[in-house]
């Protein structure tokens, strides 16, 4: 498996905080995460041979916790926040305006892999929901009329980009 030698240290030194090697498994898949973007088969099947594991453990862990993605993001990717502060302000209607936008589901694939979404656990900004993340830049108080006005950004830009 292909990690930055800094990312395998990381790896190496969590394993040695847990009493039995197979409590790593959260954190290592984190840090794969952190790294690659998703949790590729791969990736998968390195972290149970590292912690003398089946692939089918790890399997679980990827397909019970939401925040691990099982596809490359996007080269734009959408975070819509969808916890009860953002939920109980408007957030469910700001996530259903980008799965409207972006058809196809939470974590499809816009053609290329231009744009990705996801509905995702608290952002940790409660107090101004619904929070909606476009790649690194976190947006507030976003009511469905500015989640029209991000999606027609994120278009217009991907058009622009379109064969670069
Ligand atoms: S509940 Fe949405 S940011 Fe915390």
């Not at 240290?9 to 290592?28: F, G, N, W």
């Not at 972290?47 to 453990?57: T, V």
């Not at 259903?96 to 053609?111: H, L, N, S, V």
Request: charged share 25%.
């Amino acid at each position: 498996m292909n990690l930055k030698p800094e990312t395998l240290q990381k790896i190496d030194e969590v394993i040695t905080h847990y009493p039995v090697k197979r409590s790593a498994a959260l954190p290592l898949l984190h840090l794969v995460q952190e790294e690659q973007g998703w949790v590729s088969t791969e990736a998968l099947e390195w972290i149970a041979a590292k912690l003398d594991l089946q692939p089918i453990n790890i399997y679980e862990l990827v397909t019970f916790y939401p925040m691990f993605r099982r596809k490359p993001a996007g080269r734009r990717h959408i975070k819509v926040c969808r916890t009860l502060s953002c939920a109980l302000v408007g957030g469910m209607q700001v996530a259903e305006e980008f799965r409207r936008q972006f058809p196809g589901g939470p974590e499809a694939d816009q053609g290329d892999v231009q744009v990705s979404i996801e509905f995702v656990e608290c952002l940790a900004s409660c107090g101004s929901g619904p929070v909606v993340m476009i790649d690194e830049e976190l947006h507030e108080r976003v009511d469905v009329a500015r989640a029209r006005e991000l999606c027609e950004q994120i278009k217009s830009g991907v058009a622009a980009n379109a064969g670069k």
